[in-house]
């Protein structure tokens, strides 16, 4: 077995919670569920089908506005975009395209739409759906892929920092969620990919893929 961000073999036990045994990368840091329990696809899908995201609620906005507000401020009026991992009720593409930053959706079970993967972009959003990638080092390859040089990543996920109890966190209870990340896993995904990190809040952190190729 190896971590499936950073590929390392330095993966000891961190916990068992609920009878899921996470394992903790020394090399990124990243938190990841035994691959061996992970939900079939039949199990994930029913799972994302029980949320209740309606695009018309303002509590969910102003969720949402978390990670749209800080993007918006650095993107050029009439900027282009994904969502990927819209779920089963898109909302953020909605609320981006009203601001004047057209956004189309992507996600495997509701919207998936393959050719748009094969797109450069001005900005990606990526919220509450790292935490459900089974191969995070894939899945972040194909994120910068995505975006096109000087675009910006929005992710919106909860962070493992100093002050979590990961034995009693809420967020773990998600069988549907695999994978954590705490600073230092995120810094390292920056470092890897040549991307400018700038966190901007407790669950949110923005990337910005430089404009010209990465030095080495």
């Keep these: ?5 950073c590929g390392s073999r330095r993966i000891p036990p961190f916990a068992v919670r609920e009878g899921r045994r996470f394992l903790r990368c020394r090399r990124c840091d990243l938190i990841f569920l035994d691959p061996a329990q992970r939900l079939g696809p039949g ?3 029913a799972r994302y089908e029980t949320h ?3 695009p018309a609620d303002p509590d969910y906005r102003a969720f949402l506005d978390r990670l749209l507000g800080p993007l918006v401020e650095r993107l050029t009026q009439g900027a282009r975009g994904l969502d990927y991992g819209s779920g089963p009720g898109p909302t953020l593409s909605r609320m981006l395209t009203e601001a004047g930053y057209p956004t189309v959706d992507y996600d495997p079970f509701f919207a998936p739409r393959e050719e748009v993967l094969d ?3 001005d900005f990606v ?7 459900h990638f089974f191969d995070p080092g894939r899945e972040f390859r194909r994120l910068d892929r995505m975006l096109a040089p000087g675009g910006w990543l929005g992710l919106m996920t909860g962070i493992v920092t100093d002050d979590v109890d990961f034995g009693t966190w809420w967020y773990v209870r998600d069988p549907t969620h695999v994978a954590f990340y705490s600073p230092e896993t995120l810094s390292w995904i920056a470092a890897d990919r040549g991307w400018e990190r700038v966190p901007v809040g407790d669950t949110v952190v923005l990337f910005r893929k430089p404009e010209g190729p990465v030095p080495g």
Aim: proline share 5%; net charge negative; with cysteine.
């Design 43 to 45: 199990e994930e899908r």
């Design 1 to 5: 077995m190896h971590c499936p961000l």
């Design 52 to 54: 209740r995201n309606d």
């Design 125 to 131: 959003t990526c919220s509450e759906t790292a935490e």
């Design 119 to 121: 797109r450069r972009w």
